[in-house]
């Protein structure tokens, strides 16, 4: 599969998640549940920045010259990957800073994103073997 393709069905990913996050939202808020608006807000943030991650990555494929007699598809693969250990890695530590002094929300939220990260991770490595919906 090419770096267009998997770009693209794991954009089709990112963006049918955010939409369906946005509807829970504003229910939620709608029925006064705040936290867990917030919550959802939060995860849709997530998908947010792992669909920036996914064009960074596809644009550093597809520009980097180093790149020109490479597997583009692998590369992409492996530096969409590299972005599931480096960017999680501030909320990793915020979140065991906020266990270590019992703050709920902020253990909430961390794990929440933690978890999303995962979620985005496992439906991006499907996608890669390409592995039918």
């Not at 492996?78 to 906020?98: N, S, V």
């Amino acid at each position: 599969m090419s770096v267009d393709e998997l770009k693209a069905k794991m954009h089709e990913y990112l963006q049918s998640g955010k939409t369906g996050m946005q509807a829970r939202a504003k229910q939620l808020k709608a029925a006064g549940q705040e936290k867990e608006a917030k919550l959802e807000m939060g995860r849709l943030a997530v998908y947010d920045i792992f669909g920036t991650m996914l064009e960074a990555s596809a644009l550093k494929v597809k520009m980097n010259p180093q790149y020109a007699s490479c597997d583009k598809s692998k590369v992409f693969i492996q530096e969409y990957l590299m972005a599931f250990i480096t960017q999680p890695a501030e909320w990793r530590l915020k979140y065991i800073q906020a266990k270590e002094s019992g703050r709920e929300e902020e253990i909430a939220l961390g794990e929440l994103r933690l978890a999303t990260v995962q979620e985005i991770k496992e439906e991006f490595l499907r996608i890669s073997k390409g592995e039918g919906a």
